[in-house]
């Protein structure tokens, strides 16, 4: 069983920056695909950026430009790194990673607020 550990959540005021961070707990994202997804209230979770095992990248319409994904094989982590961020950013934040045999395992999330 695979845990998945987000940190570096918070309160940023409109137009700053925060990075999360996602640790497994096994040595296994570098043959994965790793994604964050974000939840706000009353809301549906949805896709904010995901990383193949190949480094191929994607990103909702509303963070491109904004938000950078990445991933430090060698430390079992993936990175969001998340510049200008807008009120409309504040969501809890979960990462996500899909095995090679399609299991999905998900994090606790972390809260991220940001103010106008």
């Known amino acids: 069983q695979v845990q998945l550990a987000e940190s570096g959540g918070g309160l940023v005021q409109a137009g700053g920056s925060l990075r999360l961070s996602c640790a497994a707990s096994?040595?296994?994202?570098?043959?994965?695909?790793m994604g964050w997804y974000r939840q706000a209230p009353g809301k549906q979770r949805e896709l904010v950026a995901a990383?193949?095992?190949?480094?191929?990248?994607n990103y909702a319409d509303s963070v491109k430009g904004r938000f950078t994904i990445s991933r430090e094989n060698s430390k079992n982590t993936v990175y969001l790194q998340m510049n200008s961020l807008k009120p409309e950013d504040t969501a809890v934040y979960y990462c996500?990673?899909?095995?090679?045999?399609?299991?999905?395992?998900w994090g606790q999330g972390t809260q991220v607020t940001v103010s106008s």
């Open positions: 996500n990673m899909v095995s090679t045999l399609g299991y999905a395992f």
């Open positions: 096994r040595n296994s994202i570098s043959r994965n695909t």
């Open positions: 990383i193949t095992s190949g480094g191929n990248t």
